[in-house]
T-cell receptor
Framework: AQKITQTQPGMFVQEKEAVTLDCTYDTSDPSYGLFWYKQPSSGEMIFLIYQGSYDQQNATEGRYSLNFQKARKSANLVISASQLGDSAMYFC???????????FGKGTRLSVIA | GAVVSQHPSRVICKSGTSVKIECRSL??????MFWYRQFPKQSLMLMATSNEGSKATYEQGVEKDKFLINHASLTLSTLTVTSAHPEDSSFYIC?????????????FGPGTRLLVL
């Protein structure tokens, strides 16, 4: 069965430090897309970064980068130089194939401390 | 990124009444929209996929007669919670797919908090 796992329910990081949020998935499909979203307390889902299963390079978007290890079925999000405004829930999501909707992991609550 | 709006942002209603939530794609056409529900401290759970001009596809366990979905145009989908009960209280989020970085990206509305008394 296709499954997404975020093993860290909560994480703390010191301001200005880097933090890695884990995400693993289980699929036998060769083609899929990996996404990370941020959800602050207001509830909106903010798209952060995307990685296609065939992309050779790890995706980067500003302070966000995705550590994609296809053989390990791992798509960890790295946030560099953490800021207080980064405190939020972070969800890993996968689009398995074609026009299927995103399926989400359980999320990780990140708290940035001054 | 693409903009998706939702209305209302929050609603309180009495048990037994129906509530309609609108989801609009503001700057793009969305042939497919998705409705999710999120309970406190939990993840988003897909309720249904809404296709313009055709019937919605519901996920297992979601009652289609209770959660009526209409996708009347390429920019508007509505979710109606019929005869709402307290257990329907939740955060409802719609999403639409648009071409973004890396291909088709799902953009989300700001969500609607429903409280049924």
């Amino acid at each position: 069965a296709q499954k997404i796992t975020q093993t860290q329910p909560g994480m703390f990081v010191q301001e200005k430090e880097a933090v890695t949020l884990d995400c693993t998935y289980d699929t036998s499909d060769p083609s899929y897309g990996l996404f990370w979203y941020k959800q602050p307390s207001s509830g909106e889902m903010i798209f952060l970064i995307y990685q296609g299963s065939y992309d050779q390079q790890n995706a980067t978007e500003g302070r966000y980068s995705l550590n994609f290890q296809k053989a390990r079925k791992s798509a960890n999000l790295v946030i560099s130089a953490s800021q207080l405004g980064d405190s939020a829930m972070y969800f890993c999501a996968v689009r398995w194939s074609g026009n299927t909707p995103l399926v989400f992991g359980k999320g990780t609550r990140l708290s940035v401390i001054a | 990124g693409a903009v998706v709006s939702q209305h209302p942002s929050r609603v309180i209603c009495k048990s037994g009444t129906s509530v309609k939530i609108e989801c609009r794609s503001l700057d793009f056409q969305a042939t497919t929209m998705f409705w999710y529900r999120q309970f406190p401290k939990q993840s988003l759970m897909l309720m249904a996929t809404s296709n313009e001009g055709s019937k919605a596809t519901y996920e297992q366990g979601v009652e289609k007669d209770k959660f009526l979905i209409n996708h009347a145009s390429l920019t508007l989908s509505t979710l109606t919670v019929t005869s709402a009960h307290p257990e329907d209280s939740s955060f409802y989020i719609c999403s639409a797919r648009a071409r973004g970085k890396g291909g088709e990206t799902q953009y989300f509305g700001p969500g609607t908090r429903l409280l049924v008394l």
